[in-house]
């Protein structure tokens, strides 16, 4: 514990005092990795990694990208978080997914909360809804990020969730409040710039089948 504490600090010091700070940081993830006697040891590891990737420190880089592809979730967040950083939205969102697909809470956290554009959030939607390659389709979720897609301005969205609103309930009754906003939904979206020829067509039908109301 002495020695690693010393390595440490002085890892610390020769990066204040002018040494390139991403090999800095590499080794000093490398320190902590090897260390399981510390608490949360990977984790400030992936951490250092993840600083040294944003000081273009390509091994980190790459060695992240190695333990994602391998299934470790804290890795895929991280690495999820450092492309999220770059603006490199699409390998921040892939990564992401992958890692809350496995129940990790902080990419689930992050896949709520960050502040995707309306792009994003579509992207996320329709992932859910058809499901891909190690995501599971997942309905809930897909209405979720559809619905923050259209909070965001997403005409798509707000077509997608025109059509997703259930005007009838089981026993094919209709809901006068569903019905509202099915047309709401229609309605803007055309605004927003969807086809108007195709939320017209879809309007028609909402209202050909709730003629009673």
């Known amino acids: 514990p002495f020695a690693f504490k010393k390595a440490c600090d002085y890892f610390i ?49 790459e060695y992240l990208a190695s333990l994602a592809d391998s299934g470790d979730a804290a890795a895929q967040y991280t690495l999820a978080d450092s492309y999220y950083y770059q603006q490199c939205f699409d390998k921040a969102i892939a990564w992401c997914l ?17 502040p995707f554009t309306k792009g994003c959030y579509l992207f996320i939607a329709k992932t859910y809804e058809q499901g891909q390659e190690g995501i599971a389709k ?33 026993s094919g009754n209709s809901n006068p409040f569903a019905f509202k906003k099915a047309g709401d939904y229609f309605i803007k979206a055309a605004q927003w710039g969807y086809a108007e020829a195709d939320c017209a067509y879809e ?11």
């Not at 309007?203 to 109301?213: D, G, M, P, S, V």
Request: hydrophobic residues 35%; aromatic residues 16%.
């Open 138 to 170: 997942n309905n809930d979720l897909a209405l979720y990020f559809y619905e923050k897609s259209y909070a965001a301005g997403s005409k798509e969205a707000a077509f997608y969730l025109g059509q997703r609103c259930q005007c009838f309930d089981e």
């Open 13 to 61: 010091k020769a990066a204040q005092w002018g040494y390139a700070e991403a090999d800095c940081a590499y080794e000093l993830a490398k320190l902590y990795e090897k260390n399981t006697h510390i608490k949360n040891h990977l984790e400030i590891a992936y951490r250092y990694f993840a600083k040294a990737m944003l000081n273009h420190h390509d091994m980190s880089r």
């Open 203 to 213: 309007l028609a039908k909402l209202y050909e089948k709730n003629t009673h109301i």
């Open 98 to 114: 992958q890692a809350a697909e496995q129940h990790y809470q902080p990419a689930v956290d992050f896949l709520k909360n960050a």
